[in-house]
C-alpha cells in the first residue's frame, strides 16, 4: 500500500480554556496517544483575541451554519429569538455567536497541539465527538466530560463549552496549523504502531 492511500495526516488540535482550567489536559493527550496517534508539537498558550478572530473561519457560509444551528435551538424550545438576542436574522446571529465563541476562547491558557497519524483529522474529530456535549456520544472526550447545551449556552448569552477544539478538514487544519506553530517547533519522530501498520 503506497503512503497516500495510508492518508498520513496532520490536524491542529486544542484543549479549550474549560478544559484546562477542569484539569482534563492530561486525561485527552492519554486518549490521543492510546489511540496510537502522534503529538508532534504540543504547547500551552493564553490566545490573544486578534488571534481566535484568525483562528475560526468568518466566510458567510460558516457565519450561517452557525446561525442556523442557533436559531433551531431556539425554535425546539419554543424561545423567541427577538427577544432573546434582539434579532432573528441568521447571518446576525451566527456573528453574535462568534463573538461569544471569541470572549470564551480568550477566557483562559489553551492547550494547542498539532497531532499526526494516518486519517489523523476524522480520527481526533470522533475522539472530540459531536460539537453539543449534552449530544455527543458516550466515549467520546465530550461525550464523557460535559453535559453542556445549546439552551444553556445561549441563554447565558455564551458559547457551548464543549472542552477541546479540533481541525474539520485538511484546509482548516493546514491553516491552524500554520497559525499556530512554527515549522521548526514541529517534531518527527516514529511511534512503535507504524512499525506494525506500515
Ligand atoms: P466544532 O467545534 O465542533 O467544529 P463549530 O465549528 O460549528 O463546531 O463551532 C465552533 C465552536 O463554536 C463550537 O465548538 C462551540 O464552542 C461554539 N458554538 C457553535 N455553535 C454554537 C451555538 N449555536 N451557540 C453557542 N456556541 C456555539
Ligand atoms: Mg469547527
Not at 4 to 24: A, H, I
Not at 98 to 115: N, Q
Not at 138 to 147: E, K, M, T, V, Y
Amino acid at each position: 500500500m503506497t503512503k497516500s492511500v495510508l492518508r498520513e495526516e496532520r490536524t491542529f488540535m486544542m484543549v479549550k480554556p474549560d478544559g484546562v482550567r477542569r484539569g482534563l489536559a492530561g486525561e485527552i493527550i492519554r486518549r490521543i496517544e492510546q489511540r496510537g496517534l502522534k503529538i508532534i508539537a504540543c504547547s500551552l498558550a493564553a490566545p490573544k483575541r486578534a488571534e481566535i478572530d484568525k483562528h475560526y473561519p468568518k466566510d458567510a457560509k460558516w457565519i450561517r451554519r452557525v446561525g442556523e444551528k442557533t436559531l433551531s435551538t431556539f425554535a425546539q424550545y419554543n424561545i423567541n429569538p427577538k427577544k432573546e438576542i434582539g434579532t432573528d436574522d441568521i447571518e446576525k446571529i451566527g456573528r453574535i455567536v462568534r463573538e461569544w465563541l471569541l470572549d470564551y476562547m480568550t477566557s483562559g491558557p489553551v492547550l494547542k497541539m498539532v497531532i499526526e497519524g494516518v486519517h489523523a483529522i476524522d480520527m481526533v474529530r470522533k475522539l472530540c465527538g459531536t460539537t453539543i456535549p449534552l449530544a455527543a456520544e458516550l466515549g467520546s472526550i465530550r461525550g464523557d466530560f460535559s453535559a453542556d447545551s445549546p439552551i444553556a449556552a445561549q441563554s447565558a448569552m455564551r458559547a457551548i463549552h464543549n472542552l477541546v477544539h479540533a481541525s474539520e478538514n485538511i484546509d482548516e487544519a493546514n491553516h491552524e496549523i500554520k497559525l499556530w506553530f512554527k515549522s521548526a517547533d514541529l517534531h518527527s519522530y516514529r511511534r512503535v504502531e507504524e512499525e506494525l501498520m506500515i
